[in-house]
Each structure stands twice: as structure tokens, then as C-alpha cells.
């Protein structure tokens, strides 16, 4: 068995409502000095030993991350 984490994160450049929404309720809350704020995605995958991390790459491509706006790094966790 194999698990790999998958960060999503939005491009540089691409607005992020998400992001900006939670920074300001963070300044209506009283916290300042957050300068930018951006929100992604963290996907925990728990797949076969025959499942290789250039499949998973295809996954995030096709379906796990939009490769027009979002950017993903993958990491191997033994178990």
C-alpha cells in the first residue's frame, strides 16, 4: 500500500475569492498584518503498490487539479 499527499494550490496571479473572503473576516476580526491569503486543496491518496506516482501525476491533470489555474506537488509517504 502506498499513500501520496497532494497539495493543490491556485497559479500566481489567479484572484482567489476563497482566499481573500477568509482574509477579510480575519481583519473583521481584528487580526491584521495578514498581507495576502490564498486557499487550496490537500488530497491524502491510499492506493495499491501498483499505483506509481506517474499515474497519480496523470490523476491530478485529468481531474484532482484544474492545470489551468492550479498548481499540485505531490509527495510519496511510506507506510
Do not use: H, S, W
Request: glycine share 10%; aromatic share 8%.
Amino acid at each position: 500500500m502506498k499513500e501520496y499527499r497532494i497539495f493543490v494550490t491556485g497559479k500566481q496571479g489567479i484572484f482567489d475569492p476563497a482566499g481573500k473572503t477568509a482574509q477579510n473576516a480575519l481583519e473583521n476580526l481584528g487580526y491584521e498584518g495578514v498581507a495576502d491569503l490564498k486557499i487550496g486543496k490537500f488530497i491524502q491518496m491510499r492506493c495499491e503498490d501498483g499505483v506509481g506516482l506517474e499515474e497519480v501525476t496523470e490523476m491530478c491533470e485529468k481531474l484532482l487539479a484544474n492545470p489551468i489555474i492550479e498548481d499540485f506537488r505531490i509527495e510519496q509517504v511510506e507506510l
